[in-house]
Nanobody, 120 residues
Framework: QAHLVESGGGFLQPGGSLRLSCVVSSPDFKDYRMAWYRQAPGKQHELVAQIEARRFIPTLSSVQGRFTISRDNAKNTLYLQIDNLEPEDTATYYC??????????????WGQGTQVTVSS
């Protein structure tokens, strides 16, 4: 089990941008397929984007072009850049390792997440 610590959320207006960060406490981070998920109030976790060691695999068509996932393996850190924020992006955002052999099943116990609220 790795410890996941997300940060970078906040209260923003539509059209704004932000970058979320997730530090993963595992020496094997560089070998993990990683992903960002979000959970809106009353809903289940939703996969937002995935990344292999060197590739960006967008998952949701609604966020293509606005969400950019990246990673810094030297810092054990996963990032999510969100541009042109929409009210529908309001949610708690989480990172996690993608379970091997699955298309997006989270592997570790969830961290505390970081809240993103988009409103005018």
């Amino acid at each position: 089990q790795a410890h996941l610590v997300e940060s970078g959320g906040g209260f923003l207006q539509p059209g704004g941008s932000l970058r979320l960060s997730c530090v993963v406490s595992s020496p094997d981070f560089k070998d993990y397929r990683m992903a960002w998920y979000r959970q809106a109030p009353g809903k289940q976790h939703e996969l937002v984007a995935q990344i292999e060691a060197r590739r960006f695999i967008p998952t949701l068509s609604s966020v293509q072009g606005r969400f950019t996932i990246s990673r810094d393996n030297a810092k054990n850190t996963l990032y999510l850049q969100i541009d042109n924020l929409e009210p529908e992006d309001t949610a708690t955002y989480y990172c996690n390792r993608v379970a091997p052999g699955t298309s997006g099943t989270p592997y570790f116990i969830w961290g505390q997440g970081t809240q993103v609220t988009v409103s005018s």
